[in-house]
């Protein structure tokens, strides 16, 4: 198990880390998608933190002599931090409990939000285009290019983070790491990583020709990934559609 000490500089760390953090660690996402032929649509996202975790969010954030008070996400830090992004524009954000949030997103091009930096862009983490069948839509995820999605969020180049993210030439296991979350997060820790997923459903501007590696749901596809399956990256996340 060559993973490194995931508590390391926990008192000098930011409390948006920490939130960035319980993002990956602690949380179910749920998103949808609605993707129109040109590559734009709009987000929907759901965030909710396990109470476990952020329980852990506050002890963390009391160490930075910065607690957090009232919601867990800070909406005006989040609005500025989208207000600087030309291919994303932010149309609606709330906080209907303190441990969730909610999003809308607009965005001009879905390829274009993970390659508007040179790094993202040869990194292929996401690929739109023109095919014989209609248009294809390509998610791919590994240990090589998970770096480009650090530098698309710098809040996530924190030793907190680095030390429980996926990680180069690392070989922990499965069972290993859920050993770790209960150290890390006390008893419970574990079952709060296994319960955690990122969902995601796309809805497509006419009709789906083909997929993998999710379920049709009605009028697209719907993709479930464990959480741990992110964290680890011991395999590549390959996902794809074609629609017309």
């Known amino acids: 198990m060559k993973r490194r000490n995931a508590v390391s500089g926990t008192a000098g760390a930011a409390a948006a880390a920490l939130l960035i953090l319980a993002v990956f660690l602690g949380c179910s996402i749920k998103q949808n998608v609605e993707l129109e032929a040109d590559a734009s649509g709009n987000l929907d996202m759901q965030i909710r933190l396990e109470p476990l975790f952020v329980q852990y969010i506050e002890d963390l954030s009391a160490l930075t002599g910065d607690p957090v008070e009232g919601p867990v996400f800070n909406v005006e830090e989040i609005r ?11 149309l609606a954000i709330d ?6 949030l909610e999003m809308k997103l607009r965005f001009t091009s879905i390829e274009k939000v993970f390659s508007s930096e040179e790094e993202l862009q040869q990194s292929g983490i996401i690929r739109f285009e023109k095919v014989s069948q209609g248009y294809s839509v390509r998610f791919h995820l590994d240990r090589r290019n998970f770096p480009a999605v650090m530098s ?3 809040a996530l180049q924190n030793p907190m983070f ?3 993210g996926p990680q180069e030439n690392d070989d922990t296991t499965e069972e290993e790491y859920y050993e ?3 150290l890390v997060l006390g008893e419970g820790g574990a079952d709060s990583v296994r319960n955690s997923s990122i969902e995601t459903k796309v809805t497509v501007k006419g009709t789906l020709v083909s997929q993998s590696g999710g379920t049709i749901s009605p009028g697209g596809v719907t993709f479930t990934v464990p959480l741990i399956r992110v964290l680890l990256l011991d395999e590549p996340l390959d996902y794809s559609l074609v629609f017309k």
Not at 95 to 100: A, M, W, Y
């Open 95 to 100: 906080t209907p409990t303190r441990e969730s």
């Open 152 to 154: 698309f969020l710098p």
């Open 180 to 182: 770790l979350m209960d």
């Open 80 to 90: 500025e931090e989208f207000a600087e992004r030309e291919e994303v524009t932010l």
């Open 162 to 164: 680095e030390g429980l």
